[in-house]
């Protein structure tokens, strides 16, 4: 089935520690974006990606890296210089000027 | 950048009941999205509509991008639409960037 896949769906981060969550899409589409929700929040774009090999940042970026390799993937890292990094975090992917379509979400919480 | 404002934030329901949602931003769009959240979390794609009226079933959905403002009707509600309902729009400088709303919170009661 075609789809966006994210994994793992629960992540629990050390203080200090590196994390990179995973997002695959097998859809073929271009453009690829990461968001993050916090409780009773909308989504804030955190990065996207128009293409191979290029990403720009969202709103929120600060604390976070992306790459861009391959067509279908964007895996997103949560540093440790994100002070706040418990959170609900989903992808998307989309075809240009076309409908963003939705992961199941990665939830991160801290130890 | 744009603001994306959603009303009412908290609804109750009976079931059988109708409702709508509105979302209201700043400026001009080039798309809108509106999604349903589950209590899993999942964010499901109701609408890509950024201007006129659509129809899905039991939902429909109207945009009026002159005026800034877009609705979502839910007619003869059922339990399973209980959830999020979030409005989300692509600013015509975006690149296909949504900015989101706080969403809406529904709570049909059988």
């Known amino acids: 089935d075609g789809g966006i896949t994210q994994s793992p769906k629960y992540l629990f981060r050390k203080e200090g520690q590196n994390v990179t969550l995973s997002c695959e899409q097998n859809?073929?589409?271009?453009?690829m974006y990461w968001y993050r929700q916090d409780p009773g929040q909308g989504l804030r774009l955190i990065y996207y990606s128009q293409i191979v090999n290029d990403f720009q940042k969202g709103d929120i970026a600060e604390g976070y890296s992306v790459s861009r390799e391959k067509k279908e993937s964007f895996p997103l890292t949560v540093t440790s210089a994100q002070k706040n990094p418990t959170a609900f975090y989903l992808c998307a992917s989309s075809l240009r000027d076309q409908p963003q379509h939705f992961g199941d979400g990665t939830r991160l919480s801290i130890l | 950048g744009i603001q994306v404002e959603q009303s009412p934030p908290d609804l109750i329901l009976q079931e059988g009941a109708n409702s709508t949602l509105r979302c209201n931003f700043s400026d001009s769009v080039n798309n809108l999205q509106w999604f349903h959240q589950n209590p899993w979390g999942q964010l499901i794609n109701l609408f890509y509509?950024?201007?006129g009226t659509k129809q899905n079933g039991r939902l429909s959905a109207t945009t009026v991008a002159t005026e800034r403002y877009s609705l979502l009707y839910i007619s003869s509600s059922q339990t399973t639409d209980s959830g999020v309902y979030f409005c989300a729009v692509d600013p015509y400088y975006g690149n296909n960037r949504l900015a989101f709303g706080k969403g809406n919170q529904v709570v049909v009661i059988p």
């Open positions: 859809l073929n589409h271009d453009a």
């Open positions: 509509i950024p201007s």
